[in-house]
């Protein structure tokens, strides 16, 4: 798709099993059912959706998927799909063609493709790249706290600390022109969304604070959540600037629509407008 002069594509690591009372927290199945479909287990297959962006300057690819560094426990659970440096290789794009990582977060589903392991060291997957994710989300995930530590994986983003090749930032920052980041607090304290403007017209890599178009409506938020009043409080800011600015949404974990408009009917009622 073009955004003014940008180039924006989606390219998925694959899809993998989440549980739907999880991904859907104190929803009724008999509400969330009306919209995404679970196998018998209870398991949603969610998808990885990374957004590629071509400014014309830049190559900047946002979020990278679960890579292949999983656990056998975690594999067991999670599966292997691993699908994104294909992906990114079907349409003619290298590592070394990547100029900037931008991780929303560090959960393990997140920046599983930041590295990879080679000679039974992780080192940088995108070895031209800087990357970029919020301070207090990597001081969070070092804490190792017994709430989400199994949603940490050191090897993704601590020897990219140690080579000086991620940037931790403070806050809302612009990274490159027409790329920057804002911090939407909820899925956990330091979440960054990407948003994307050129000539006027503007996407969102939304991340975890709108996972999927099922999770459009204020309170339908996931029980992975750390701060679930925090992510309604999140949602209804960022309502109330890409509505009426129409901007492009894009869904980290839908594996069906990838991107859409958010509308809004005279009821107040929130749809997914196909792109």
Known sequence: MSLGDFELSVFSDGIYPLDGGALFGVVPKVMWSRKVVA???????????SLLVHTGEHTVLVETGI?????ERMVKIHGQPAKL???????????????IVVNTHLHFDHCGWNTVRKNDRAVATFPRAKYYVQE?????AQEQHVRDA????????NPLIESGQMELLRGDREIVPGISVQVFPGHTAHMQAVVVTSSGK???YIS????TSAHLDLGWVMAFDL????????KRRYYAQALPEEWLTVFTHDDAVPWAWVVQDDSGKLAAKAA
């Open 227 to 234: 701060y679930p009043l925090e992510t309604i409080n999140s």
């Open 67 to 71: 890579g292949n560094k999983l656990s």
């Open 202 to 204: 503007t996407a969102c």
């Open 150 to 157: 199994v949603s940490y994986i050191s090897d993704n983003y």
């Open 208 to 211: 975890d604070l709108i996972p």
């Open 136 to 140: 207090g989300e990597w001081q969070h």
């Open 85 to 99: 440096l294909d992906n990114l290789a079907s349409a003619g794009v290298s590592p070394d063609d990547i100029d």
């Open 39 to 49: 196998d018998e287990r209870n398991f949603i297959a969610a998808g990885l959706n």
